[in-house]
């Protein structure tokens, strides 16, 4: 009787480890950001620092990067998982790389920071005014190369525009040289270089894309076709985990800034307030944030992006808005609310 009781012990024991399976590891994500440690990526980072991705079971680890199209590219070839990236740039890859598809699973930049700036004695006041000046910017920057939709949409020649290729850390200085008439850029990075170098803000012209019929979206974040179809629950957790990290945000800007700092010490702290300030203001909590909050796209908005961008750059192939984004991987509406 007594050997049937230990042998019956034994049995239940077994089934109960059965049924506990093994120890549930944490699933590993390399992910990558457009640029440097800043103000406006700190969500990811305070998702990180607070315990968020670990809480949702993953172990993430978060690198700079070097450019949207480079972050791309950095998922698309497996390196990294996912990523923080322009979505434009990402419509341009997957133009021309069908076969190796990423995708968008949450929007971060409701508006795209794409813009055009110039100084007083430049004499550019107004998109016209442009006719016959020098526009400055990086081959690879966003605003530089979508300037020909710029130009459809507020009807002037982009050939009448003559443009000066130039390295990023030229771009503000060679402005105020005068050594070309306007540059292109981000908003929340041109501008902030240009006060840096004794501009005054309130004196330069600011033409940003969306306030001239150019409704793009910004960054977002991005997944490898790859790890979505091995690691769909993965993905769904990420983005779980960052939207906590918006709120973070967006209610506590200084303890954003504080987490930027921990992660770059030599980052400059009142430079990244205003730099996520700005962001903020402009590119993130937009009024369609504010009343259904972050995190989803309008498709037809999408589509007529992708239309005016093939038209741009003249993209052979033009990717549909399936291929581009899928909303399938984003948290409730109520954790994409957004509050100061």
């Known amino acids: 009787m007594l050997r049937r009781s230990f042998a019956c012990a034994i049995g239940m024991g077994a089934l109960l480890v059965a049924w506990a399976g093994p120890a549930q590891a944490e699933t590993e994500i390399r992910f990558t950001l457009d640029w440097k440690y800043q103000g406006p990526t700190a969500a990811f980072l305070i998702a990180d620092a607070k315990g968020y991705f670990a809480e949702e079971g993953l172990s993430v680890t978060i690198d700079s990067g070097n450019g949207s199209a480079g972050a791309v590219t950095r998922v698309a070839s497996g390196a990294y998982q996912m990523g923080f990236a322009d979505i434009n740039a990402l419509v341009e890859f997957n133009a021309a790389n069908p076969g190796q598809a990423v995708q968008a699973v949450m929007m971060i930049y409701d508006s795209a920071p794409f813009g055009l700036y110039a100084l007083p004695a430049s004499g550019i006041e107004k998109p016209e005014d442009l006719v016959g ?17 710029f130009a459809a949409a507020v009807g002037i020649d982009p050939d009448a525009v003559p443009r000066v290729n130039m390295d990023p850390p030229l771009r503000e200085a060679m402005l105020v040289r005068g050594d070309v008439d306007a540059i292109s850029g981000h908003y929340f990075t041109s501008m902030l270089d240009l006060e840096s170098k004794g501009v005054d803000p309130s004196t330069v012209t600011v033409m940003l894309y969306k306030d001239h019929g150019l409704d793009f979206y910004g960054n977002a974040v991005i997944a490898s076709g790859g790890f979505i179809d091995e690691h769909p629950d993965a993905v769904k957790a990420f983005n779980r985990a960052v939207a906590r990290g918006m709120q973070d945000l967006v209610a506590d800007p200084d303890g954003a800034i504080e987490i930027v700092m921990a992660k770059d010490p030599l980052a400059d702290a009142e430079l990244e307030k205003k730099r996520l300030a700005m962001a903020v203001d402009v590119n993130i909590l937009t009024p369609h944030v504010q009343e259904a909050g972050f995190g989803d796209v309008d498709t037809d908005r999408l589509a007529r992006s992708i239309d005016q961008l093939a038209d741009a750059l003249d993209l052979a192939e033009k990717p549909t808005v399936d291929v581009i984004w899928t909303s399938k991987f984003l948290p409730a509406p109520e954790a994409r609310k957004l509050a100061r």
């Open 133 to 149: 000046k020098t526009l400055g910017g990086p081959v690879f920057d966003a605003s530089y190369k979508l300037f020909p939709a």
